[in-house]
């Protein structure tokens, strides 16, 4: 089993910035990537970025590209989300998720099989 908390949310102006955190814990051995996803009321999760866990390899939303980036310290064993130039459309809960076993689909919420409980993000105009 993997445990993850995530960190770092709250309320910011349009062009401000945030850092989340995803601090995971247990059997990290057994995790292939991480990604962020989000969920606005009333609409579906989405997909926001993803890292392998050993290597360089990230893959980001269009709508996000230049704005978030993604990384990692594994000796923390805690991935971080960058937000720059924050908009309001950016507004949800963020959910940092692990994948074991890449199956295609890295897009899709069901690719992932441990999530955090989700940290709220807010972006005023």
């Known amino acids: 089993q993997v445990q993850l908390v995530e960190s770092g949310g709250g309320l910011v102006q349009a062009g401000g910035s945030l850092r989340l955190s995803c601090a995971a814990s247990?059997?990290?051995?057994?995790?292939?990537?991480m990604a962020w996803f989000r969920q606005a009321p009333g609409k579906e999760r989405e997909f926001v970025a993803r890292?392998?866990?050993?290597?360089?390899?990230?893959l980001y939303a269009d709508s996000v590209k230049g704005r978030f980036t993604v990384s990692r310290d594994n000796a923390k064993n805690t991935m971080y989300l960058q937000m720059n130039s924050l908009k309001p459309e950016d507004t949800a809960a963020y959910y940092c998720?692990?994948?074991?076993?890449?199956?295609?689909?890295?897009?899709?919420?069901?690719?992932?099989?441990?999530w955090g409980q989700g940290t709220q993000v807010t972006v005023s105009s």
């Open positions: 998720a692990a994948d074991r076993n890449y199956q295609g689909n890295y897009q899709w919420p069901r690719e992932y099989d441990y």
């Open positions: 890292i392998r866990w050993t290597s360089s390899g990230t």
């Open positions: 247990g059997r990290t051995v057994s995790i292939y990537a």
